[in-house]
Structures are given as structure tokens and as C-alpha cells.
């Protein structure tokens, strides 16, 4: 890996060696990665994923981090950031084109400020752009794929290539890009004038929402598991009892259900052990197996 190392920083690429991750993720935990890149364009991604590819180096993209759960030790490969690289939006008449990098909640926001309806959903999910395309983010009734028009993606040879809904087969947390081995480093996302009030109204009762039902002051990743067909994941664990059920550091939010904290100490093993407690209990008491939505990477 070293060798990598020293050829990406003759090269001018922002990388560091063995770089813990919990300082990049939403619920501070994680082990190191053996390198964690930041390139600091287009051009220079490319460049990378054509180093990385040539020395057979195992790669991962991560955004804000949220979503995400990394194994206490770590990720053995390397870790591209793409916070400098693709970290802004533009407004086209009714398109917003950002990139994968931007966060999540200032699009929302800035949907809101030019009155453009159809992120207002958005406005609590502390992901980046790249990332909710990925997972076909949502909240609210609402998700990505009902504004999603279409994406600029980089290949594993470097290739650009542009996706349409179409390609991404969309469904409830699921595209197709979770197949693929592809970046996206742009989406373009198409929404409906709207008067400012309205958007505002919605706004502030979803905020409103999650103030009262979110555990925000603490570390979490969102919601851990998905919801099944017909049911709330976070009514199933709160009908198995529990809420404020705790493993190490990891504690089931008792404000929300399906939010697991970090309480200050938690690890990854903390907090995948409690994770297979609840679902062993829900499994148990409903005979639904509930599947996460976070997703693991690391060394086991």
C-alpha cells in the first residue's frame, strides 16, 4: 500500500495513511483506512481510480458517512472522499445540477430559497447528493427517484458515462448503482415552481416532525433498518419492547426506535451485536426479519 501511497503524492493528491474513519462517519465509529484519498477534481478522481485499479487496490466512495457502519478494524483498501472535487449545485430554470459531494440538506435549502418544490423532504437527511441517488434516499412519503432526471457517472476505467432513471432500476432504498462499481460525481434533479409559503409550510412541519420524533443531539446513522412491506420498522421494535435496550455504547433511541445512538463509547461491535438482538427479537415476536439499511464495510 505504501508504494500507492508515495506514487498518489508525487502525483500532488491529498492522501493520508491509515486514517481512522470515525471522524468521517455520522456515528463516530470506525477503524482505519489503510488510505484515504481526497482528490481535488474530476480530472484528478480519474487519474486515481486509474492508479488504484492498476495496483489491484480495493476502493470505496464515502460521503457524509451517514448510513454507514465501519468495522472497528477498519477498511483495508482505499477510501475516496470526493469533498473537494464535487462539492456544488447549480440551478437551470427548474434543474438543480449538483454534485455528489454536496450535502443533502443545503440542496433542500436552497431548492426552498429559489422556490423549487420536491426536496422538501430532504431538508433532515444528512447525506450528501451522491449518496442518496445511490440509495435511493427518502423520508416523508418521498424519496430521490421522484425528482431524479438523471446522473453523471465515472466507470472503473475512467470512463464518463450519463444514467437516466431507466438505468437505475429505483426502489424503496435500492438503485441499481449498488450493483456497479461506478461513481457518481453528478445529478441532475428536476423540480416544480411553487410558491414560497407553501414550501416553507412544508418545510417547517418536517422539521417540526423530526424535532419531536428524532434523537438529534446524539451520533446516529439514521434509520438502521428498512421498512418491511406494510409495516414500520420502528413500531415492530418499539412493539418488541425495545426502546432504550442497550449493548456497550449502542443504545436503541428511545425517541425513535429505528435510530441506534452512540451514547460516547460505542463500537462497531456494539453496535452490530445490538442490531442482531433486535433482529432476533422482532423475528421473534412478529416472524418479520427486518433488513438493515445501513450499510457495513470493513475488515470482519
Known amino acids: 500500500m505504501k508504494p500507492v501511497f508515495s506514487l498518489l503524492r508525487e502525483r500532488q493528491v491529498e492522501v493520508t495513511y491509515q486514517e ?30 486509474q492508479i488504484l485499479n492498476e495496483h489491484h487496490v480495493p476502493w470505496m466512495v464515502l460521503g457524509k458517512g451517514s448510513n454507514l ?15 473537494k472535487a464535487l462539492d456544488y449545485a447549480r440551478i437551470v430554470g427548474n434543474q438543480i445540477y449538483a ?12 431548492a ?17 447528493v451522491g449518496g442518496a441517488v445511490y440509495m435511493n434516499a427518502g423520508a416523508n412519503g418521498s424519496d430521490i427517484s421522484d425528482i431524479f432526471h438523471s446522473a453523471e457517472v465515472i466507470t472503473q476505467t475512467g470512463a464518463i458515462r450519463s444514467l437516466r432513471a431507466v438505468d437505475l432500476d429505483f426502489s424503496y432504498r435500492y438503485s441499481s448503482l449498488q450493483e456497479t462499481d ?3 460525481t453528478e445529478a441532475v434533479l428536476e423540480l416544480t415552481p411553487c410558491d414560497s409559503e407553501s414550501i416553507k409550510l412544508q418545510w417547517n412541519m418536517y422539521k417540526e416532525k423530526r424535532l419531536k420524533t428524532q ?42 426506535a429505528n435510530f441506534i445512538m452512540n451514547t460516547g463509547t460505542a463500537t462497531a461491535l456494539d453496535v452490530s451485536t445490538l442490531m442482531k438482538q433486535i433482529q432476533e427479537k422482532v423475528h421473534s415476536q412478529s416472524g418479520i426479519l427486518l433488513v438493515p439499511e445501513v450499510v457495513i464495510v470493513g475488515e470482519q
Open 20 to 49: 481512522s474513519l470515525a471522524a468521517h462517519t455520522t456515528w463516530k465509529i470506525g477503524g482505519p483506512a489503510d488510505l484515504l484519498i481526497t482528490p481535488s477534481s474530476k480530472s484528478q478522481l480519474i487519474m486515481v481510480l
Open 69 to 83: 457502519l465501519v468495522t472497528d478494524k477498519g477498511y483495508r483498501g482505499a477510501v475516496i472522499t470526493l469533498n
Open 99 to 110: 454534485g455528489a459531494a454536496y450535502s443533502l440538506i443545503k440542496l433542500a435549502a436552497l
Open 112 to 128: 426552498n430559497k429559489h422556490r423549487l418544490s420536491g426536496l422538501e423532504f430532504a431538508g433532515g437527511i444528512p447525506g450528501s
Open 182 to 184: 461506478v461513481i457518481i
Open 215 to 256: 434523537p438529534l443531539p446524539f451520533d446516529c446513522a439514521g434509520s438502521v433498518f428498512k421498512n418491511p412491506p406494510g409495516h414500520f420498522a420502528a413500531k415492530l421494535i418499539e412493539d418488541a419492547g425495545l426502546k432504550g435496550m442497550r449493548y456497550g455504547g449502542a443504545e436503541v433511541s428511545s425517541k425513535h
